[in-house]
Nanobody
Framework: QVQLVESGGGLVQPGGSLRLSCAASRSIFSFYRMGWYRQVPGKERELVAGMITSGGSTNYADSVKGRFTLPRDNAKNTVYLQMNSLKPEDTAVYYC????????WGQGTQVTVSA
């Protein structure tokens, strides 16, 4: 049974920073790929950032390039989403994703960017 536990969401002012955490119940190298998606009401879930766990190559949505990064702590089985220079349009529920033969999802964490 794979579990992904997210934390770190909240309310932040425009221009601020937040770091989301995704702790996996097993080694992140068990997964081919890990990343973060986000979703707002009425829209499809979209990829924000992802990495291939072995090798470490990453990709980012155009809307977050240069602002978001994907640090990780292999010893803690944890992947982070470091979000800087946040904008109101970053407001969404953020979901951690881990992919093996199937996709696993975290419970989601709300990020609200507002003055």
């Amino acid at each position: 049974q794979v579990q992904l536990v997210e934390s770190g969401g909240g309310l932040v002012q425009p221009g601020g920073s937040l770091r989301l955490s995704c702790a996996a119940s097993r080694s992140i190298f068990s997964f081919y790929r890990m990343g973060w998606y986000r979703q707002v009401p009425g829209k499809e879930r979209e990829l924000v950032a992802g990495m291939i766990t072995s090798g470490g190559s990453t990709n980012y949505a155009d809307s977050v390039k240069g602002r978001f990064t994907l640090p990780r702590d292999n010893a803690k089985n944890t992947v982070y989403l470091q979000m800087n220079s946040l904008k109101p349009e970053d407001t969404a529920v953020y979901y951690c994703n881990a992919r093996m033969a199937v996709d696993y999802w975290g419970q989601g964490t709300q990020v609200t960017v507002s003055a």
